[in-house]
Every structure is written in structure tokens, then in C-alpha cells.
């Protein structure tokens, strides 16, 4: 085996200084969403990585490295949120979901940035101490290679090196949103290099490296002591040539890991942009690769002088082929013109060249895993016509090439780059979807997809709403998506509120045994003892509660009796609302005798009209399921304490999307329901509150309707609480006050052009063809989701219980195949 130094020799907050002399300062870059953005998004993108290789003039070193999750890990945190009646359930579900990924490897992928910093020197010593400090420093020039010490490091070099990251951290920001890494972060960039393979990499808790504090001719200084040797355990056997195994004691067991570190050989001149991100692609494959790219800069002047000498060169060998008597070779007259263009690109454009080293790693368990991957990673960069190899006696140097702080090692693969070249790498882009813990809800791709419901309110760097929209055409899955979600927020102890306008979810209480004490099913008739069960006015206990009742109260009215806004008829129903709300036991029967009553002092002009009016809201009020909406204060509210409550409306009648007038009154109910939706949210903000809103599409077509879900949503992240709305229609979602204050986004097929059209825009796509196509293709059962982060990629959403799949299913005939054969399985479309 090759015999390298180790590279660090210590390590303070995020700057690594190197045993050769060197120091590096890292940062974690941001990640950022790639696909589904727009051709004018991703240049945006390549051009803030262009702009950074150009101007950043220093040595760089890039990271793309795998943070593995555990399972065992991901589960016990799941379970430890569990509580109450459903925690048995609820542990049934998480096993199910972890049996499922298990053979997975589950990981997101972390970008790192490292900028070397220029040297600097200790002032302010006499000339016999500087001779002296000359002497000692070639000792600590000599330790340093011998590997016999670690020399120290004086106080004021760290101070000056602090001082010189400042500027650094100031312009990478300008180009890159990045953070600094500390000494954590180090500790495990470090020492995972040495668990490739074989499992997770054990952490330190609090762990840096020790010094000794020293004085030196009146100078203080660090000596560190290498205890930082003791982060590369492990032994490692190099004798295969084109991989490297290391070996290491795993809970009192012996473990072997198998690695190969590629290098690109050859990248094209000429590569399409957008199109060849020759780092990003590497997340199609279902295992994680690993990249360390290293530029070195040559300013613009340098490169022009180099390019014009290679010139020279090429001319000279020209020459004497045709003195020769020989043909040129293909090779010399093709380097020959890429180095006219080139010369020409750089006197017009004026930009650096960047002397770049690109080394990927692939690990594996076994050696036919290894070999496996490898082979599909050739495949992959052979479709973008890069060449890939497999350095033979290069395996130790490759491995060092990839702990921050180190050199380049391996020389013989290094490219001329300019910054839009090395650019197109798009490190920092992502396919990572999700809140990466939370329930299982699906794959995008091959990446499980974790779902936390309440995350938004609670993560103080987003702080954002948790409430999202499901959006798709009949049986594109978004029902079954909502519900899987619904249930797994009451497995963590939210309370949950479920509109049913079509009893999709009767049969829950007897398809999930589960739920059968917890759930109360509230179905509403027109009868005399559901009589005022809707009514806004009762039950409104706080003076908030009391004021938005009022609101509703009023819209409702209006909308029944056909009276606009600022009309004479609109105030006179605004002053008897007014006057009900303050008295004992208000109700909207109360609002009508007041009404009446009014009549007798009413302008003689306004007499007729008015009395149509209370006449029109009298016959609404006794007949059919107008009663729902008016009580006389003396009905008792809907019970609202189990954790599950479905409430129903018998014969509800909806308007269809093209009927503009037909069924006021069961846009009336919706508002009132709507209403009782929002009074369930205000209860107590300790405990979560989900309410799920089905068909909500037939409320957003009408003005007031649309009002209360713009407060639904509006209000929610204060109140701990989110609002999920299933539509048919993503024209209705796009007004500005739902879309901004919606959480995630799930869009499902939609068939419609128009509909695909206003899918994207909710999405925060655009509306190009290829991603209208997309969705009006979408298999049932798979969605484009934006999450939180409103990164926006495929998801397949799959219910790993058979038995929830039986009971969210609510295709034509599911309910009448789970009644006659409730034990058997059935096929799963979705999973």
C-alpha cells in the first residue's frame, strides 16, 4: 500500500489545517431543487455556481457525500411520538412501513465546500527571534513530512486565518447560500471514509481534537496532540489493485467493506447544457455515489500563456509530422483547433481556467455489490459520452483525496475546465423530497418519502404552515393520499375533522377496529331533531368565536336571500346579526324574528323588498335541510371530544361545477360547516388539528365559500392547526390567499389541459408542455408533490397495510367488495 501522511493534523471550527501547510475552510451548501424547474430556473442555478468558480480565485474542494438513516433509529423516534389508545396501531404501522424499505438504502445526500486560504506569518518577532522562528519553522517543515509530531500553530496564524474566512464566508454566500461547519461535521467527514460499506458511521459526542498551549520567544501557540489519528481506525488491504477493503470491529463482530474510488477520464468539450449534469445525474441510480472535485485556479493571463505555449507545441509536432513524410494524427489537429477556440474564448470572455480532479466512489456490503455498482455507474456517464476508469494502484490515493483538508493525489486524470464546464456539475442540486422524518408515504423514485404533518408550525427555521391540497381527477388517487395522511396524524395524537359529503368514510369504525371507540360519525338529516345542528350562532363561546360566528352568520344569510354586499338588505341582515350575537342564546331563528320585527319600523320603500326577503329565509328555515342551519338556541352543539369525528350530510346535494345558481343551499351548508371546521381548530393549541375537506372545490366556485377556506388557511399555523382540501379543480386553489398559505402541494392526474395548466401553477412550475403532459399522464396513485421546502418531484404513494388500503379505497364498488370479503386481500394498486 502507498504510504500517505494522514493529511489533518487539526482542526478548529470549520477551518482544517493540513500537515503539508495548508488550510481549508468548509461550508455545507444548501440543497437545492433541480428538476421541474424551468430551462431560465436551471441556467439561474448554473450561473450562481459559474459565477463562484469564477470569482472565488483560490483552490477549492468540493464533497457530494451519502448520510446514511438508519431505520432502527428512524423507528424508535417514531415510536417514541406514539401515545394513547393508538399506540398499538401505530406501531403496527411504522413495522409495516420499515419491513417494506428494509434492503433500502436510505440516505439523503449532503454538499460540502472547501476553499483554500492563502498562507499567513507570524509578525512582530526581532531578527534573532524571526531567524530563530525561520529555524523553526523548517523543524515544523520537517515533522510535518517525517509525521514524527505535529508543530504547532500560533494564535495570531489562527486569528489571521479567522479573519481571512470572514471574506471568504462573505463571498461564497454571494453565490451560494452555505453555512459553516463545525467540528461535528469535520469529526464525520473524516472518519466515515473508514466505515464505506459496512454500516453507519459511530459519532463522538463533543469530540475535537486536544492541544497543548505553548508559548514560543513570547508568542502563544497550539500544539496539537494527533489524537485526530484516532478517528482512522480500521485495517485496509489495497492488494486487489482496483478496490480497496477495509476491515473494522462492529458491535464485537468482524465486518469487511468494499470500495472503489473511478475518476473521469474524459468529459466532452461541448456538452449540452441543460442536460449533462455530470455530478446531479448521479442520483438517478438507486445507491449513493460519492464525488470530491478539486479545482485548482489559473488566472486568466496564466491560462491565455498556457494555452498559447500548448499551441506552439502542437504547431511544432505538425511540423515535423510533414517533415516526417507522415500524415498529422487525428489527435494533434483535433487539440490543434480546441486550442485556436479556446485562445479565442478566452481573449473574448476574459475567464479562468480551473486544473480540475474529479474522483467518484462507490461502496457495497459484498464484492459482487461493488462490482455491480461500478458497472452502473460506467453505464450511466457512457449515455452522457464521459469516459470513466478504474485506476489501477490509485485506490489509496483516491481514498485520501476525500478527507477535507488533503491534497490531490491522484494527477493523472485532471481536466482543463472553465467555469461553465466545471458548473455543470450542479452540485448542490437534489432529488431529495419530503420532511425526511415523519411517516412512510411513498417513493419518489428510488428515495422513500417521509411525512411529518405538523412540521411546518413547529420548525422554527421554517415556520411555516402545515396545511396542503390534494389535486386530481376521480379516481386519480387523491383521496386515498389524504386519507393515508389523516390516519397517520391521528396515530400521533392530532385530533382529526373529516367533511364526507359522499360517505366515503362511514365504514372506518368497522374496517379499523382501531378507531371504532375513538371515532364519532355525525350524520345530518332534515328532521326536527338535527334541527339547528349547523347553526353558526350557537356554541360560540369566546368573543373571537363570537365575532367570526357573526361573519359566517351573515354571509350565509346574504347568500340565501341573493343580498350583496353594501345593498340596504345586506346591512339590515348585518344589524340583526349584530344585535342577536350579544344576547343569551343566540341562534339564527333569532336573527329572523328580529328581522321581522324590523319590518314594522322599515322604510315604506324598502317594505316589500324586505318582506320578500324574511319571507324567502322563514320558508328556507322549516323546510328540508334548511333546519339544519337554524335553531332556536335551544339545540345542543355537535360533540367535538373524540379524537376522530366524520360528519356527513344526508342527500346533500352539490352543485355541479357548471351550475351557477342550482343548490344555494348546499353551498349554505358548506359554509356553515366550513365555519363549524373553524371553531374545531381554535380549541386548545396544545394538541394538533387536522380537518380534511373534501370536495372543497364546490365551495371555492362561490365567493363567500372561498372566503371562510381563505381563513381556514390563513389562521391555521397560529391556531397549531391545518386544513387539507381535496378538489377536483386546481383552478379554484390558485387564488393568492389559499395558494400562500398552503404547506405542501399534492397534484394527482389531471386529464384536463386547462386543469394540468393551473396544476402547474400551484405546483410553482411552469406550464410548459412537457410537465402539462406529465400530469395528465400520471398513474393513479402517483402525484407530483411540493413540499415545505417547495421542491417539487414524483411521488408514489403507497399504503403498505392491506387493511387501510381496503378501507381508503374509495373507487366505485370497494365498500361492497370490503363487506364481502373483509378478510382476503386484495390487489394493491398503489404499492
Known amino acids: 500500500m502507498t504510504r500517505i501522511l494522514f493529511p489533518v493534523k487539526y482542526f478548529e471550527k470549520n477551518l482544517v489545517f493540513g500537515t503539508d501547510g495548508s488550510v481549508y475552510a468548509y461550508y455545507e451548501l444548501q440543497p437545492f431543487n433541480y428538476d421541474y424547474r424551468s430551462v ?129 464566508y462573505s463571498r461564497i454566500n454571494g453565490y451560494l447560500r452555505a453555512r459553516r461547519v463545525d467540528a461535528p461535521d469535520l469529526e464525520w467527514l473524516i472518519r466515515r471514509g473508514f466505515y464505506r460499506g459496512i454500516g453507519e458511521t459511530p459519532r463522538r459526542k463533543n469530540w475535537t481534537p486536544k492541544t497543548i498551549p505553548v508559548e514560543i520567544r513570547g508568542k502563544k501557540a497550539k500544539r496539537p496532540t494527533r489524537d485526530i489519528l484516532t478517528l482512522t481506525e480500521g485495517r485496509f488491504d489495497d492488494s486487489h489493485g482496483r478496490q480497496l477493503i477495509v476491515e473494522q470491529h462492529v458491535n464485537g463482530k468482524r465486518k469487511k467493506g468494499y470500495m472503489a474510488f473511478l475518476t473521469l477520464s474524459h468529459i466532452p468539450d461541448k456538452a449540452p447544457f441543460p442536460g449533462v449534469e455530470w455530478i446531479y445525474c448521479l442520483q438517478q441510480l438507486s445507491f449513493p455515489v460519492e464525488a470530491s472535485i478539486r479545482t485548482e485556479t489559473i488566472e486568466y493571463g496564466k491560462a491565455l500563456t498556457q494555452v498559447i505555449n500548448k499551441k506552439k507545441e ?66 450511466l456517464y457512457s449515455d452522457l459520452m464521459i469516459q470513466i476508469e478504474v485506476p489501477y494502484g490509485d485506490q489509496w490515493r483516491g481514498f485520501n483525496e476525500f478527507i477535507p483538508g488533503s491534497k490531490k493525489y491522484i494527477t493523472d486524470y485532471a481536466h482543463y475546465m472553465d467555469p461553465a464546464a466545471a458548473a455543470a456539475s450542479m452540485i448542490g442540486a437534489t432529488r431529495q423530497l419530503g420532511d425526511g422524518q415523519g411517516h412512510f408515504i411513498g417513493m419518489s423514485q428510488n428515495l422513500p418519502v417521509f411525512f411529518q404533518h405538523d412540521r411546518g408550525p413547529k420548525d422554527k427555521k421554517l415556520s411555516t404552515t402545515a396545511s396542503a391540497a390534494f389535486i386530481g381527477a376521480l379516481g386519480a388517487g387523491k383521496s386515498l393520499g389524504a386519507n393515508l395522511l389523516a390516519y397517520q396524524a391521528l396515530l400521533n395524537g392530532a385530533k382529526v375533522l373529516i367533511f364526507d359529503p359522499k360517505d366515503e368514510r362511514g365504514h372506518w369504525p368497522d374496517a379499523l377496529p382501531e378507531l371504532r371507540d375513538l371515532t364519532r360519525i355525525v350524520t345530518l338529516r332534515a328532521s326536527l331533531e338535527d334541527r339547528g345542528k349547523l347553526d353558526p350562532l350557537m356554541g360560540a363561546v369566546s368573543s373571537s368565536d363570537q365575532m367570526a360566528a357573526a361573519e359566517t352568520a351573515k354571509r350565509i344569510l346574504q347568500f ?20 342577536v350575537i350579544k344576547q343569551n342564546e343566540p341562534s339564527m331563528m333569532k336573527v329572523i324574528d328580529c328581522l321581522k320585527e324590523g319590518l314594522k319600523s322599515a322604510p315604506e320603500k324598502r317594505l316589500d323588498t324586505l318582506e320578500e326577503m324574511v319571507d324567502v329565509l322563514e320558508y328556507l328555515a322549516t323546510s328540508g335541510q334548511g333546519q339544519l342551519l337554524f335553531g332556536d338556541g335551544t339545540q345542543e352543539a355537535i360533540d367535538l371530544s373524540k379524537p376522530l369525528t366524520i360528519l356527513q350530510v344526508e342527500d346533500l346535494k352539490l352543485p355541479d361545477e357548471s351550475q351557477t345558481d342550482y343548490g344555494r343551499m348546499a353551498i349554505a351548508l358548506l359554509m356553515a360547516i366550513s365555519d363549524f371546521s373553524r371553531r374545531f381548530s381554535n380549541q386548545s393549541s396544545h394538541e394538533f388539528k387536522l380537518v380534511l375537506f373534501d370536495e372543497s372545490w364546490r365551495l371555492a366556485k362561490v365567493r363567500e365559500g372561498r372566503a371562510i377556506l381563505e381563513e381556514l388557511v390563513r389562521t391555521g399555523r397560529s391556531k397549531n392547526a391545518a386544513i387539507y382540501l381535496i378538489s377536483q379543480n386546481a383552478k379554484d386553489m390558485l387564488g393568492e390567499e389559499i395558494r400562500s398559505n398552503l404547506g405542501c402541494r399534492f397534484v394527482f392526474r389531471c386529464r384536463d389541459q386547462r386543469e394540468a395548466e393551473a396544476a402547474c401553477q400551484m405546483l410553482g412550475i411552469e406550464p410548459n408542455e412537457i410537465n402539462v403532459e406529465k400530469i395528465r399522464n400520471l398513474p393513479t396513485g402517483t402525484c407530483l408533490m411540493s413540499d415545505l421546502e417547495k421542491r417539487v418531484n414524483e411521488v408514489e404513494i403507497r399504503v403498505i397495510e392491506e387493511r387501510l388500503f381496503r378501507a381508503f379505497d374509495t373507487r366505485p364498488g370497494s365498500k361492497n367488495a370490503l363487506q364481502a370479503e373483509p378478510d382476503k386481500g386484495v390487489a394493491l394498486p398503489f404499492r
Open 560 to 579: 340565501l336571500a341573493r343580498a350583496a354586499d353594501g345593498t340596504y338588505e345586506a346591512i339590515v341582515i348585518g344589524k340583526a346579526v349584530d344585535y
Open 314 to 379: 502542437l504547431k511544432a509536432e505538425d511540423e515535423h509530422a510533414l517533415e516526417s513524410g507522415e500524415e498529422t494524427s487525428y489527435h494533434i489537429l483535433s487539440s490543434r483547433q480546441e486550442a485556436n477556440e479556446l485562445e479565442s474564448n478566452l481573449r473574448t470572455d476574459k475567464f479562468p481556467l480551473l486544473y480540475t480532479s474529479i474522483v467518484l466512489c462507490v461502496s457495497g456490503s459484498t464484492q459482487e455489490e461493488l462490482n455491480l455498482r461500478i458497472q452502473l455507474v460506467k453505464d
Open 40 to 168: 431560465d430556473d436551471q441556467l439561474s442555478l448554473h450561473g450562481n455556481l459559474e459565477a463562484f468558480y469564477w470569482n472565488i480565485n483560490a483552490d477549492t474542494h468540493a464533497l457530494v457525500v451519502p448520510e446514511f438513516q438508519s431505520l432502527e433509529d428512524h423507528q424508535k423516534a417514531m415510536n417514541e411520538r406514539l401515545s394513547g389508545p393508538l399506540l398499538e396501531a401505530g406501531r403496527r404501522h411504522i413495522q409495516a412501513a420499515i419491513d417494506h424499505l428494509k434492503g433500502k438504502e436510505i440516505h439523503q445526500h449532503r454538499f460540502f465546500m472547501g476553499i483554500k486560504l492563502k498562507q499567513t506569518e507570524v509578525k512582530g518577532l526581532s531578527f534573532f527571534s524571526e531567524l530563530q522562528y525561520i529555524l523553526k519553522d523548517f523543524k515544523r517543515y520537517l515533522q510535518g513530512h517525517s509525521g514524527t509530531d505535529a508543530p504547532e500553530i500560533f494564535e495570531e496564524e489562527i486569528q489571521a486565518y479567522m479573519s481571512q474566512e470572514e471574506l471568504i
